[in-house]
């Protein structure tokens, strides 16, 4: 275990965030003389959020640790919710000695085969030799290609063995970076020329592969207009006159699927064309040609197939079509695809200037908007917030907009950003939580509080499971949705209390910015997790629909300065 302890430390992992437990403790006895930081989280799917968010942060793998059993069947959640956003996490656990395996010991699970479906790799331990190669290769693999999770299950007996381990001769394995074939480079760009009204998409791969330079320099010099995808925010700075808004069915800007539906070719970088984004296919699709990057071949042609495939990793893939178009000729003047964007963006906003009491969610991001400078990292989940957040927020920067984008775990929040704040102390963290997603995973706060984390939670509380209440529409029902915390309910600000916390409720719009000044001191001060909880209009609803051309809008539009054609 000291050999696995040190190639944790060689891989960048300063922080190991988990639960101790008998069928671990070698483990934990190596971590504790090594220059890890340890922090004891509350629940092992807390601890697999926190590691996310390290990781989501730092580009780096994040590291959970736990014991055999419940531990790592607690894990699964947070294994899960990385596989689908492409996270590279490592989750230990502990297990019975293997002599023990099948005689139904204490505690002892099949981990591996449980985790398997929901890991890039999942695999035990065997021998103690195997030790330092198998943490190494588990790095490599969480790394690789499209990254996502890996758990080690170490069974007691090979934790107390020995090995032979030199950490001056190892080091991290190399991962590969995929450069494109030219000639699929030489078509796209070939596309891109010959269209009337080309799209960038760029996915939350762009992000992962630290390719946003790329993106931006190729977007420049062929003028093409860039969309983000969810999971790709912050790809793209959103006040960039390029910038072309989010198409979708759920979160999505109104003139960004205007956009999207008047473009004719789309080059689709690091993205899954997921059923949030896509909504009707044969809507999506229809009338526009499309390009698909990616690192991993088999994501090529899964949703729909693509008029061309590229695999490749999106930094050298972007650089090559950039070299590509300079060779074709010189840099491009914005034309009026550009300049049509622009014009949709100017007539095609939603209203977030409400003055209302109760106070509509969308005047909250306005708040948040206004106040938090572009350095901030924003951690959000699921739910109507997550929906008022991809529409109205706006992010500049990468790395600064996380969410938990496919899975949707409940919960994510809290332990994510005590992540993102472990790996980045100077920064200013945001947690935007719904009030039933704070309390699946809300015993993270002691954790906060003890190990002095400090970080905002803005609480959008409408005292509903509000996005199933919108699902149930269509159903014409309204059953066990309500979460009214009138007697006998939850008081948040009185819960803060209990774990040391300061918090403040709003129920006023004037009232949020003060409010948001004073988390923000008042958490750096006192080196705590605050909380604001701002009381929205309880049966507010999102814009969305079934396709891009059918999204209804629940609050009253902006009228257009003038006609917007199709």
């Keep these: 275990m000291e050999a696995a302890v040190r190639v944790l430390e060689s891989e960048g992992v300063d922080t190991v965030f988990g639960i101790p437990g008998a069928a671990i403790l070698p483990f934990y006895a190596a971590l504790r003389t090594s220059r890890i930081r340890h922090v004891t989280v509350r629940h092992e799917e807390g601890g697999t959020h926190a590691a996310d968010g390290w990781a989501r942060v730092t580009g780096n793998v994040g590291v959970c640790a736990g014991t055999s059993g419940p531990a790592g069947t607690n894990m699964i959640t947070g294994l899960y919710t990385a596989l689908?956003?492409?996270?590279?996490?490592?989750?230990?656990?502990?297990?019975?000695?293997?002599?023990?395996?099948?005689?139904?010991?204490?505690?002892?699970?099949?981990?591996?085969?449980?985790?398997?479906?929901?890991?890039?790799?999942?695999?035990?331990?065997k021998e103690p030799a195997q030790a330092p190669w198998v943490f190494r290769e588990a790095f490599r693999v969480a790394r690789s290609g499209r990254p996502g999770p890996v758990l080690i299950d170490l069974p007691l007996d090979v934790q107390r063995g020995e090995c032979r381990y030199d950490p001056a001769l190892d080091?991290?394995?190399?991962?590969?970076?995929?450069?494109?074939?030219?000639?699929?480079?030489?078509?796209?760009?070939?596309?891109?020329?010959?269209?009337?009204?080309p799209l960038i998409l760029a996915g939350g791969g762009v992000i992962v592969a630290g390719a946003d330079a790329e993106l931006r320099a190729l977007a420049e010099?062929?003028?093409?207009?860039?969309?983000?995808?969810l999971m790709g925010k912050g790809a793209f700075p959103e006040d960039h006159p390029l910038f072309a808004g989010m198409a979708g069915i759920q979160t999505q800007t109104?003139?960004?699927?205007?956009?999207?539906?008047?473009?004719?070719?789309?080059?689709?970088?690091?993205?899954?064309?997921?059923?949030?984004?896509?909504?009707?296919?044969?809507?999506?699709?229809?009338?526009?040609?499309?390009?698909?990057?990616?690192?991993e071949p088999t994501?090529?042609?899964?949703?729909?197939?693509?008029?061309?495939?590229?695999?490749?990793?999106?930094?050298?893939?972007?650089?090559?079509?950039?070299?590509?178009?300079?060779?074709?000729g010189p840099a491009r003047r914005p034309g009026e695809w550009a300049g049509r964007v622009a014009e949709l963006r100017a007539v095609l906003p939603r209203r977030d200037?409400?003055?209302?009491?109760?106070?509509?969610?969308?005047?909250?991001?306005r708040e948040i908007n206004d106040f938090f400078g572009p350095?901030?990292?924003?951690?959000?989940?699921?739910?109507?917030?997550?929906?008022?957040?991809?529409?109205?927020?706006?992010?500049?920067?990468?790395?600064?907009?996380?969410?938990?984008?496919?899975?949707g775990p409940l919960g994510w929040e809290v332990p994510a950003a005590m992540g993102v704040k472990c790996a980045h102390p100077d920064r200013t963290v945001v947690a935007v939580a719904g009030d039933y997603s704070f309390q699946f995973l809300m015993e993270e706060i002691a954790v906060a509080a003890q190990y002095r984390i400090p970080f905002v939670v803005v609480m959008i509380n409408n005292e509903y499971l509000g996005l199933i209440r919108q699902a149930e529409l269509p159903y014409d029902m309204n059953y066990a949705v309500d979460l009214h915390y009138g007697e006998g309910g939850v008081d948040h600000v009185k819960l803060m209390d209990a774990f040391g916390c300061p918090a403040r409720r709003v129920e006023r719009p004037d009232d949020i910015r003060g409010a948001l000044a004073w988390a923000t001191e008042e958490s750096e001060r006192a080196r705590l997790p605050v909380l604001?909880?701002?009381?929205?209009?309880?049966?507010?609803?999102?814009?969305?629909?079934?396709?891009?051309?059918?999204?209804?809008?629940?609050?009253?539009?902006p009228e257009p300065a003038f006609f917007v054609g199709q």
């Design 353 to 365: 200037d409400f003055d209302d009491v109760p106070i509509k969610p969308p005047r909250v991001f």
């Design 84 to 125: 689908a956003d492409s996270v590279p996490i490592v989750c230990v656990t502990g297990q019975a000695p293997r002599a023990k395996l099948h005689q139904e010991a204490f505690q002892a699970v099949d981990i591996v085969e449980v985790a398997r479906p929901v890991c890039k790799w999942a695999v035990q331990l």
């Design 254 to 295: 109104r003139w960004g699927n205007a956009a999207f539906l008047e473009s004719d070719t789309v080059l689709a970088v690091g993205a899954r064309f997921g059923d949030r984004h896509t909504g009707d296919l044969e809507t999506y699709r229809r009338g526009r040609r499309f390009i698909h990057v990616d690192i």
């Design 221 to 229: 010099y062929l003028q093409i207009p860039v969309q983000v995808t």
């Design 375 to 407: 350095d901030t990292t924003f951690v959000t989940a699921i739910g109507l917030y997550q929906i008022w957040s991809g529409q109205f927020q706006r992010t500049y920067l990468p790395r600064r907009y996380l969410v938990c984008g496919q899975a």
């Design 171 to 197: 080091g991290p394995l190399p991962v590969e970076a995929p450069a494109p074939r030219p000639e699929p480079v030489r078509a796209a760009v070939e596309m891109l020329l010959g269209a009337e009204r």
């Design 532 to 557: 604001v909880e701002v009381m929205v209009e309880r049966e507010a609803n999102a814009a969305m629909g079934a396709s891009l051309d059918a999204i209804t809008e629940y609050e009253p539009v």
């Design 299 to 328: 994501q090529i042609g899964k949703v729909f197939e693509p008029d061309l495939g590229v695999v490749a990793h999106a930094r050298p893939a972007l650089a090559a079509l950039l070299d590509h178009a300079r060779a074709a």
